[in-house]
């Protein structure tokens, strides 16, 4: 069982967010910019997209790669749904202790999100997806409970001697070891999650060499000269479209766009 400095570090990581909140802070930053650069070339051009796409709508290369890969956006889910519940639980918002209004409340905070989550993972990717989602989070959340019944964690506020009962320990309360095996399973699948399925995860989709957006077809005119043109949609324009041409490497204005079936613009990189 972890000592009470030990405990009190953890509870202070958790109220910042937990190691989950620089993993995901670092998925944020790196993912999009690789995402980019593999997908147009790097360098000169990665820097044009960026100029062309303006700033307010950066977000979009990463929610663009998570509504093309089921897999991501489900872990990404997981491990979102888990930080946020251990970082409202750390500040004290999720009851510990009790009777039966305290478990009905822990209940409702514990099931909420992974409904939520499940739902809008299924009306993306089909109602299994949804439903994995949705359990997964579940668990995960409830694995956070769970941590601070056996007192791998300590609620909020909580102060005292230390009789290695947990939070419950005033009222003789005394973990079971498959409760503190549970604990500690959860505690591992997070960390799996977070700190390897998700940057894995991420990155092999920012290498797939698909686009995070729609690849477009549309007349771009040069001079005198108007030609049909491949281009990566970037932002809309009155009734046109602004996107790197992948014709000719470079950002172009285009009409009259029509939308492609294929997402790929070149190999993955493990075929490159």
Same mark, same amino acid.
């Not at 108007?226 to 996107?243: A, P």
């Given at each position: ?5 030990e ?7 958790? *109220? ?23 997908? #147009? ?13 303006e ?36 500040? +004290?918002? #999720?009851?510990?202790?009790? +009777?039966?209004l ?25 109602p299994?997806?949804?439903? %994995?989602?949705g359990? %997964? ?6 694995? #956070?409970? #769970?941590e601070?019944r056996?007192? *791998? ?6 102060? +005292? ?19 503190r ?53 970037l ?29 790929y ?8």
């Amino acid at each position: 069982m972890p000592g009470p400095d030990e405990e009190d570090a953890a509870r202070s990581a958790d *109220r910042k967010g937990g190691p989950g909140h620089t993993v995901l802070l670092a998925v944020a930053l790196a993912v999009p910019v690789t995402e980019v650069a593999y997908t #147009v070339g790097g360098g000169t051009a990665a820097r044009d997209v960026f100029i062309g796409m303006e700033p307010a709508n950066w977000p979009d290369v990463l929610i663009g790669m998570v509504l093309t890969d089921p897999l991501l956006a489900s872990v990404l889910a997981v491990v979102v749904s888990r930080v946020v519940f251990a970082l409202f639980a750390a500040r +004290g918002a #999720v009851p510990v202790e009790g +009777g039966v209004l305290r478990a009905l409340q822990r209940v409702a905070l514990t099931v909420v999100n992974p409904v939520a989550v499940g739902v809008v993972i299924g009306c993306f990717f089909g109602p299994w997806w949804g439903l %994995g989602t949705g359990l %997964g989070a579940y668990v995960l959340r409830k694995g #956070v409970v #769970v941590e601070y019944r056996t007192g *791998r964690r300590r609620p909020h506020g909580h102060r +005292g001697r230390r009789a290695g009962a947990g939070p419950f320990r005033d009222n003789g309360y005394r973990p079971s070891r498959v409760l503190r095996r549970a604990a500690a399973l959860e505690q591992w699948a997070a960390l799996g999650l977070t700190t390897l399925a998700l940057p894995v995860l991420s990155f092999v989709a920012a290498l797939d060499g698909q686009a995070w957006t729609s690849i477009v077809r549309c007349e771009v005119t040069d001079g005198t000269r108007t030609e049909s043109n491949r281009l990566i949609e970037l932002s809309r324009k009155g009734s046109g479209v602004v996107g790197w041409n992948l014709d000719t490497d470079e950002l172009s204005n285009g009409a009259g766009c029509t939308g492609e079936e294929t997402l790929y613009v070149r190999e993955p990189w493990w075929r490159d």
